[in-house]
């Protein structure tokens, strides 16, 4: 082995020559001395000038590495890529979303919490009225069955799709719910409501008392295993396409924005606006997956707690970073357009 250690250093020592001005060259590339000043404007001007406009790690290296040779060049490439702040604002990111699923707490008894979410938007029926339904249940995924249900509505009746929002909440309230193993009616009463479908099937009822006690008590049980089973299987689902990210007090991150088309940002607008702003600092941890951001005062109308897949730590605080004062960020992190200027104009004549 010592040989062999021995035989692949000689080789190395051959591809390293002197010329006739004492420059040190390995094979026909440019040897650049541990001088870290030296090494950063060689990196400047690879990477900022206007010639390569901020490429990846992978493409600076094989472009320098044809030019200049010093020991771990791969790996002070990318660092020196990793933390440029141009790229932690522009590039998008290619990673798994941040944060993982943090499952509500199941409760131990029927109406200990209530969630509450309005759908906007809805077509006006003749009436003149905007109707926003309401529902309990988790909210996001309510929504979208509800809508279903009002679009088969809407396209079967037409304008009058809003006298059929009592059967449409009939009808969602009496179906089989995976999650609860049973129809919610059926989990809030103990029995099937009903129907001329199954009007029989319920049958009187013949449970009273201590009995009609303990079996809701055990139903109220059944329903809160099979929730606990959900919210594992949607856990496991949802972590799969996610990844942990924690951050500490005092860190700096970037805070991902929502470019609109014509605003004017950084002296650019539209879809080549920054994808992130800041960085702010991070004054607390407000739960396993959100952060509280220290914000300037223009941003005072944003609400300072963000999810953690909103959030992109900062490698390297820069003295002077960008001055954000300009935008005009709504609350939703969205920018009032504002039309900077008239370019030109073109008249069309119609037939």
């Keep these: 082995m010592a040989h062999i250690r021995d035989e692949i250093n000689d080789k190395k ?8 001005e004492g420059v040190l060259w390995f094979k026909n590339r440019l040897v650049v001395p541990k001088d870290m000043e030296l090494r950063k404007k060689i990196l400047d001007e690879a990477y900022t000038s206007m010639f390569t406009l901020h490429p990846g790690s992978n493409k600076k290296y094989q472009d320098r590495k044809q030019k200049f040779w010093w020991t771990r060049m791969k790996r002070e490439i990318a660092k020196y890529v990793s933390e440029c ?10 990673l798994k979303p941040a944060g993982m699923l943090q499952p509500l707490a199941v409760h131990a008894w029927k109406w200990e919490d209530i969630h509450m979410d309005f759908i906007v938007g809805l077509p006006r029926t003749q009436k003149g009225s ?15 069955i509800l809508e279903d249900m009002l679009r088969a509505c ?9 006298e059929c929002l009592p059967l449409a909440e009939f009808a969602y309230n009496n179906s089989y719910q995976k999650s609860l193993g049973m129809a919610p009616f ?92 800041g960085p702010f600092k991070i004054t607390e941890q407000c739960g396993p997956v959100a952060y509280r951001l220290e914000l300037p005062p223009h941003l005072a109308a944003v609400h ?11 490698l390297r605080v820069l003295e002077e970073v960008i001055d954000t004062s300009q935008i005009q960020i709504q609350p939703d992190l969205t920018y009032q357009e504002q039309p900077i200027k008239i370019l030109d104009q073109k008249q069309r004549s119609t037939r």
Excluded at 13 to 20: A, M, S
């Design 13 to 20: 020592k051959v591809c390293f020559k002197l010329d006739e």
């Design 85 to 94: 702040d141009v790229c932690q604002r522009v590039k998008a990111d290619h």
């Design 130 to 144: 905007a109707y926003h339904p309401q529902t309990s249940g988790q909210v996001e995924r309510v929504n979208q």
């Design 154 to 162: 809407a396209l079967t009746y037409s304008t009058k799709w809003d």
């Design 186 to 277: 059926e989990a809030l009463y103990g029995r099937r409501c009903r129907t001329p479908l199954n009007w029989s099937e319920p049958g009187e009822r013949v449970t009273f008392g201590p009995d009609l006690v303990t079996q809701a008590k055990e139903q109220v049980k059944f329903i809160h295993d099979n929730l606990k089973r959900a919210q594992s299987r949607q856990k496991s689902y949802s972590d799969k396409r996610r990844r942990p990210l924690v951050f500490e007090k005092d860190d700096h991150v970037y805070l991902r924005v929502s470019p609109m088309k014509g605003v004017h940002r950084f002296g650019v607008k539209g879809k080549l606006a920054p994808r992130y702003i």
């Design 304 to 314: 300072d707690v963000f999810h953690v897949s909103q959030l992109k730590k900062c």
